[in-house]
C-alpha cells in the first residue's frame, strides 16, 4: 500500500437510556444524541471492559486486542475476551452475556451495528457505552469507534497496475461478515466497473480458517484459468491470512507469482513480499489502533454528559520490496 496513510477510525455515540424499542431503532442505524455518563464502577471498584474478540486465530485482531488490553492493564482496569468465531450472531450473544456480567464498556471487533442491533440495544438499555473497532464508523447504538478500512490505499494500487493490460484475470478473496473486507470489496468493485478488459472471480473466505479456504479457492481458480502467456493475473485476499493461502496454492500448482495485494501484516506476508509473491500489503498499525481505542474510552469517562460520538484514524504504511528492508530494520518487533 510507501505511501503512508491515516485510517479513519470511529465516530462514536453515546447512549442514552432510553426504552427498549429506541435502543432497537438506534442499534439499526438511527442518529442519537449523546451527553450521558454511562456506566460507571462503584466507588473503589475497577473499571471493567468487556472485549468481544473477532476470531481467537485472526492475526491482525488478535494483535490489536492485545495492544489494547495491555494498555488496559497498565491503568488497572480489567477486561474480559468472549470470541465470536466470526459469527455476528455468537458476538450479539457475548455482548449480552458482558451486559448481565456489569461491565462498564464494551469494545466489539469488526462488525457493523446492523449485525449487533440486538446486542446494542441490550447495552443501551443497561447504560453501557460499546465501541468498535474495525467495524467502520460508528452507528446507531455505539460510543465510538475505530476503523480499519483504508481501501483505496491498496485499491487504487490494484488498478493502476491493471488497467492498461489487454487481459487481465482478478481474484477476488472476499470476508462479508467482516465490514472491513466488505467495504473494501465494494470499493474495488466500484473502481473496476469501467474496465472492460478485467475478469473477476469473487470466492468468499471462511472464517476460522481464512487460510485454508482461501488456499482452496485459489486452487480452484488457478485450475480453471491456465496460463496462456497472455494474462495478466491478480490476487486479491481482503485480509493476509487469506494471502498466505493464495500464496501456498500458486506454489503448489507451480504457478506465479502473479501479482497480490492485501491489508495487514505478519510474518508469512512478509516473507511474501521479500520472494515476490505479495506486491504490497498494507500494514495498519494495529498496536497504535489497540491503544487508540482505549483512550477513547478514557475520554469518553472524563467527558461524562457532554461526550459526543468520535472517530480516530491509525497510522498505516504499504510495505513493497521497495521498503521492506528498511521497514523491518525501523520496526524489528514486525518479526517477532
Known amino acids: 500500500m510507501i505511501a503512508k496513510s ?22 439499526c442505524g ?36 492485545t495492544a489494547a488490553q495491555k494498555k488496559m492493564k497498565e491503568i488497572g482496569w480489567e477486561t474480559t475476551e468472549i470470541n465470536s468465531d466470526g459469527d455476528p450472531a455468537k458476538a450479539i450473544s457475548a455482548m449480552q452475556n458482558l451486559v448481565q456480567s456489569g461491565v462498564n464498556a464494551i469494545i466489539v471487533q469488526t462488525y457493523t451495528p446492523d449485525q449487533l442491533a440486538a446486542g446494542l440495544a441490550a447495552a443501551k438499555a443497561a447504560d453501557i457505552p460499546v465501541f468498535s473497532t474495525a467495524g467502520g464508523l460508528a452507528g446507531g447504538g455505539e460510543a465510538g469507534a475505530v476503523e480499519l478500512v483504508a481501501a483505496a490505499n491498496v485499491n487504487d494500487k490494484v488498478i493502476e497496475a491493471i488497467k492498461d493490460k489487454p487481459k487481465v484475470e482478478l481474484l477476488q478473496l472476499r470476508y462479508t461478515p467482516g465490514a472491513p473486507c466488505r467495504s473494501r470489496a465494494e470499493d474495488l468493485d466500484a473502481k473496476l466497473s469501467g474496465l472492460s478488459n478485467v475478469n473477476v472471480t469473487r470466492q468468499e473466505v471462511k472464517i476460522p480458517g481464512g487460510e ?4 482452496e479457492a485459489t486452487a480452484a481458480w488457478l485450475q480453471a484459468h491456465p496460463d496462456d502467456g497472455q494474462t495478466t493475473f491478480v490476487i486479491w485476499p481482503c485480509f ?14 507451480g504457478r506465479g507469482p502473479y501479482e497480490l495485494y492485501t491489508w495487514d501484516i505478519s510474518k508469512p506476508a512478509i516473507q511474501a513480499i ?6 504490497g500489503v498494507l500494514w495498519i498499525q494495529v498496536d497504535k489502533a489497540g491503544e ?15 461526550w459526543q460520538t468520535k472517530n480516530v484514524t491509525a497510522p498505516s504504511v504499504l510495505l513493497t520490496k521497495d521498503n521492506i528492508d528498511q521497514t523491518l530494520q525501523e520496526n524489528p518487533e514486525l518479526q517477532n
Open 212 to 215: 485454508q479456504s482461501a488456499q
Open 292 to 306: 487508540q481505542i482505549v483512550e477513547m474510552i478514557k475520554e469518553w469517562r472524563d467527558a461524562g454528559g457532554s
Open 30 to 65: 438511527a442518529d442519537t444524541s449523546t451527553g450521558q455518563a454511562g456506566s460507571a464502577p462503584a466507588e473503589g471498584d475497577p473499571f471493567k471492559v468487556g472485549i468481544v474478540a473477532l476470531d481467537a486465530t485472526q492475526i491482525t485482531a488478535l494483535n490489536e486486542r
Open 274 to 279: 521479500k520472494d515476490g509473491y505479495a506486491t
Open 6 to 27: 491515516t485510517r479513519r477510525f470511529s465516530r462514536i455515540r453515546a447512549l442514552a437510556a432510553v426504552g427498549a424499542t429506541a435502543a432497537l431503532v438506534a442499534a
Open 240 to 253: 493476509s491470512e487469506a494471502a498466505i493461502g493464495a500464496v501456498s496454492a500458486e506454489k503448489q500448482a
